[in-house]
């Protein structure tokens, strides 16, 4: 399947500061991709899609101004956690796919995020 | 109408035996329903997925099974192994939309 690839794999800052993830399709391009959430033991939630070109649609009840999502090229998205808190210490994903009609979607590793 | 409903929560199985997960759904709009499988502090991978036209799809020792009348599909693993612990989640989306909706995930543990 397409490879996915996040980086950093995990991360810890302090809290006020902000976080960049990256997440690349790295053997296809990709108009689209999609910024998961998981906390510990639970199952993953769409945050946010991200359209290369254009601006991210969050999902209702997540805070556009905290997480802003940046789609500048066909192979990088990027997630940014402003004035991170540690409610917002979580396991972040991203995902994509080479084949948008199949439905068949590929995440990365993901990124583990403590706010201290 | 977006929640896909997993059962059970988790699931200890010997070595050998046969692990089954099961999924519902109530949107008669889903159209592609994958099976994920997570390993922990990883991301999940893609396991096998099946459209609603085919009742059944195996690859190896994992089957989907899929009834669209009752909404439900369920994974089989057969032959567990230990190196089959890990953490499944079943989904559905609308392929045009690729977004998934994901069940609440089972957790797997296979005995040796």
């Known amino acids: 399947g397409a490879v996915v690839s996040q980086h950093p794999s995990w991360v810890i800052c302090k809290s006020g500061t902000s976080v960049k993830i990256e997440c690349r399709s790295l053997?296809?391009?990709?108009?689209?991709m999609f910024w998961y959430r998981q906390f510990p033991k639970q199952s993953l939630m769409l945050m946010a899609t991200?359209?290369?070109?254009?601006?991210?649609?969050?999902e209702q009840g997540v805070e556009k101004d905290k997480f802003l999502i940046n789609h500048a090229s066909l192979t990088l998205s990027t997630l940014t956690v402003t004035s991170a808190h540690p409610e917002d210490s979580s396991f972040y994903i991203c995902?994509?796919?080479?084949?948008?009609?199949?439905?068949?979607?590929?995440f990365g590793e993901g990124s583990r995020l403590t706010v201290l | 109408q977006q929640q896909v409903k997993q059962s059970p929560q988790s699931l200890i199985v010997q070595k050998g035996g046969i692990s089954i997960i099961n999924c519902a759904y109530e949107n008669t709009a889903f159209d592609y329903f994958p099976w994920y499988q997570q390993f922990p502090g990883k991301g999940p991978a893609l396991l096998i997925a099946?459209?609603?036209?085919?009742s059944e799809k195996k690859e190896g020792r994992f089957t989907i099974s899929f009834n669209k009348s009752a909404k439900q599909f369920s994974l089989h693993i057969m032959d567990s192994q230990p190196g089959d612990s890990a953490t499944y989640f079943c989904a559905a989306s609308i392929r045009g939309f690729q977004k998934l909706v994901f069940g609440t995930g089972t957790r797997l543990l296979v005995s040796p």
């Open positions: 991200s359209n290369e070109g254009s601006k991210a649609t969050y």
């Open positions: 053997d296809f391009q990709a108009t689209t």
């Open positions: 995902s994509a796919s080479d084949r948008p009609n199949t439905g068949e979607l590929f």
């Open positions: 099946i459209r609603p036209d085919v």
